[in-house]
């Protein structure tokens, strides 16, 4: 869980009645500190602007945006839980039916004043299987929270010793 | 009025109680075929995104920003009527007590699909007296509606015959 992504959904700020020129414009310290961070502590968090989306499902001209083609935007926001690579190891998987998502560059040090917060990841969608993948324009920023972000709360998973 | 201009004040989101994340981020079509348009058909329109203020009265630092600044924010927006230089002419005043705003580049046409609603004009704030002013990093961009908007139904002002 703590390593959640918020990324693109469907801001439907229509639903909100706002005025014009008024839209989902976070900062990526807003993305984690609110919206990744109340997500983390509960899983059930729910916002107008982050839907929910499984990531390793979804190709990235199907995911949904719903309101947001209308307004001509091209940039949304959704939550995704990390799908592993394998049980046991912590590389996620980042592949979906017609291709996969890479990483591009150094992640970014995403801070609150002083504080470290989290990390920002910026990944590029490839058709196809690495290594002869095609690169598209396709970009998404992967957004985790930080280890040492206050998450005592955090409902822990209970540890069977067998 | 035709050529009143749309620029930075004082957003306060915090009156309308947005969640964390929205703001007034309007495209340059928005700020002229909704907001200065409404201004130019109703000098008492107001909304809570753009404030009232006269460029000439107001160096760049002292706009009033109130809300932006907690938020730190760097852009911002008003409306301002234009000053003319000359009682007769038809050139702009954009003199203050400390300097001027110079246009810099050439005005952007605005567009509402097809349909040329407005330009941007450019201009960098010079501290001291042209032409011997200081350059400042201070940039402001200012709409102005085009001739052909639908302004037909817009309060004219009396005409005496003498």
Same mark, same amino acid.
């Given at each position: ?5 918020? $990324?693109?959904? =469907? ?24 919206? &990744? ?9 729910? $916002? ?6 499984? &990531? ?7 995911? %949904? +945006? ?25 590389? !996620?998987?980042?592949? !979906?039916?017609?291709?996969?998502? @890479?990483?591009?560059? @150094?992640? *970014?040090?995403? +801070?609150?004043?002083?504080? &470290?917060? =989290?990390? *920002? ?9 690495? %290594?002869? =993948? ?10 985790? &929270?930080?280890? @040492?972000? %206050?998450?005592?709360?955090? %409902? ?7």
């Amino acid at each position: 869980m703590e390593n959640n992504v918020a $990324c693109g959904v =469907g801001m439907e700020e229509d639903e909100m009645d706002l005025p014009p020129g008024f839209r989902f414009h976070p900062t990526d310290e807003e993305l984690i500190s609110h919206y &990744l961070y109340n997500k983390v502590i509960d899983i059930n968090f729910s $916002c107008i602007a982050i839907g929910d989306v499984d &990531l390793n499902k979804s190709e990235p001209w199907e995911l %949904p +945006y719903e309101g947001k083609a209308k307004m001509g935007e091209k940039e949304w926001y959704f939550f995704c839980i990390r799908d592993r690579k394998y049980p046991t190891g912590v590389r !996620t998987n980042r592949a !979906t039916e017609a291709g996969y998502w @890479k990483a591009t560059g @150094k992640d *970014k040090e995403i +801070y609150r004043g002083k504080c &470290l917060v =989290g990390m *920002k990841k910026t990944l590029v969608f490839y058709k196809g299987r690495a %290594p002869k =993948g095609e690169k598209t324009n396709w970009v998404m920023h992967e957004y985790r &929270l930080d280890r @040492k972000f %206050p998450t005592h709360n955090l %409902p822990k998973r209970a540890k069977v010793n067998k």
